[in-house]
């Protein structure tokens, strides 16, 4: 029996969540690599409207500058000690590149949020809900925004602008995320909720 839940859509001021799209992951060379075309594509379109409307843009890496930081999850999936300090598969993907003040938060587990700087940023720039995109589905897009909830953050995933390198484990995820955590949308249906947010900033500025 499915449990019931309401769909919330986004409120305010929305910040957009970029996870881990960087050369490491999006680059198929890449041990930690995948054929993410169709996840890029989807997050420049979302990149596109929020600083069109200059709305807040967070990206997050991973970077790990010690030996003992996330030493247990790293003896588990080894081909993670790639993603050194200096190292192309640590850079957000080039098509994707911050803008200057588009914050890189680096993190060495599967959240966003954990042992890092992104709920302190996202409180600085008064954000009210997030649209979130990112590799991989399964991983740290499913625990960021698992933690989005618990940060509560109105959240939807972009059901276009994620991906996995297992589409079982992808399309198992996105169910069972809406199910219980966020709104797993389509593009153009976040799209819409967006530019009904800007239209709705904009009449509020012109009444002011």
């Given at each position: 029996?499915?449990?019931?839940r309401n769909?919330?859509?986004?409120?305010?001021?929305?910040?957009?969540?970029?996870?881990?799209?960087?050369?490491?992951?999006?680059?198929?060379?890449?041990?930690?690599?995948?054929?993410?075309?169709?996840?890029?594509?989807?997050?420049?379109?979302?990149?596109?409207?929020?600083?069109?409307?200059?709305?807040?843009v967070f990206?997050?890496?991973?970077?790990?500058?010690?030996?003992?930081?996330?030493?247990?999850?790293?003896?588990?999936?080894?081909?993670?000690?790639?993603?050194?300090?200096?190292?192309?598969?640590?850079?957000?993907?080039?098509?994707?590149?911050?803008?200057?003040?588009?914050?890189?938060?680096?993190?060495?587990?599967?959240?966003?949020?954990?042992?890092?700087?992104?709920?302190?940023?996202?409180?600085?720039?008064?954000?009210?809900?997030?649209?979130?995109?990112?590799?991989?589905?399964?991983?740290?897009?499913?625990?960021?925004?698992?933690?989005?909830?618990?940060?509560?953050?109105?959240?939807?995933?972009?059901?276009?602008?994620?991906?996995?390198?297992?589409?079982?484990?992808?399309?198992?995820?996105?169910?069972?995320?809406?199910?219980?955590?966020?709104?797993?949308?389509?593009?153009?249906?976040?799209?819409?909720?967006?530019n009904q947010?800007?239209?709705?900033?904009?009449?509020?500025?012109?009444?002011?």
């Amino acid at each position: 029996m499915d449990l019931q839940r309401n769909q919330l859509g986004l409120v305010g001021t929305p910040g957009l969540l970029l996870i881990d799209m960087i050369e490491g992951f999006t680059d198929p060379s890449c041990p930690l690599g995948s054929d993410s075309e169709r996840a890029v594509a989807a997050a420049a379109e979302l990149l596109a409207l929020f600083r069109a409307n200059h709305w807040p843009v967070f990206f997050t890496t991973v970077i790990y500058r010690q030996p003992d930081q996330a030493r247990v999850f790293r003896q588990r999936v080894p081909a993670l000690n790639v993603l050194t300090p200096g190292s192309r598969w640590v850079q957000v993907d080039s098509r994707l590149a911050p803008l200057a003040g588009e914050r890189v938060i680096e993190k060495h587990w599967a959240s966003g949020f954990f042992k890092t700087e992104l709920a302190e940023q996202l409180q600085l720039a008064a954000v009210d809900s997030l649209v979130i995109g990112g590799l991989t589905t399964s991983g740290c897009v499913r625990a960021t925004a698992v933690d989005a909830l618990q940060h509560d953050y109105y959240s939807v995933v972009v059901e276009e602008a994620v991906g996995d390198r297992n589409l079982q484990a992808h399309r198992a995820n996105l169910f069972d995320m809406h199910a219980k955590y966020v709104d797993v949308q389509s593009l153009a249906q976040t799209v819409k909720q967006l530019n009904q947010l800007a239209a709705a900033a904009g009449a509020t500025l012109e009444q002011a």
